[in-house]
Nanobody, 118 residues
Framework: QVQLVESGGGLVQAGGSLRLSCVVS????????MGWSRQAPGKEREFVAS????????DYAYSVKGRFNISRDNAKNTVYLQMSSLEPGDTAIYYC???????????WGRGTQVTVSS
């Protein structure tokens, strides 16, 4: 089992930037594809971005493409989400997840709140 701890959330004005981090412990980090999802009040959790175990492949939700960038540092057991040109619609709790490259259920962090004011 892995443990995931997110950080970097906060309050930012529209047009601003934030960088989220997720530190993973407990297992070999490079055994996991990583990703971020978010959940806004009253809405279902939605996919934001993902990155494969080596960092060679990424995927983004259409709503964040061109504004968000996911990356990982396998030496630091950390995945990042750089968010730019933030909009009030990006306000949500952001969750990091780790999915084993061999298949199976993903593990989730507890989330970090991002609030974008207009």
């Amino acid at each position: 089992q892995v443990q995931l701890v997110e950080s970097g959330g906060g309050l930012v004005q529209a047009g601003g930037s934030l960088r989220l981090s997720c530190v993973v412990s407990g297992r070999t980090f490079s055994s996991y594809d990583m990703g971020w999802s978010r959940q806004a009040p009253g809405k279902e959790r939605e996919f934001v971005a993902s990155i494969n175990w080596s960092g060679s492949s990424t995927d983004y939700a259409y709503s964040v493409k061109g504004r968000f960038n996911i990356s990982r540092d396998n030496a630091k057991n950390t995945v990042y989400l750089q968010m730019s040109s933030l909009e009030p619609g990006d306000t949500a709790i952001y969750y990091c997840y780790a999915r084993p490259t061999t298949g199976g259920e993903a593990c989730w962090g507890r989330g970090t709140q991002v609030t974008v004011s207009s």
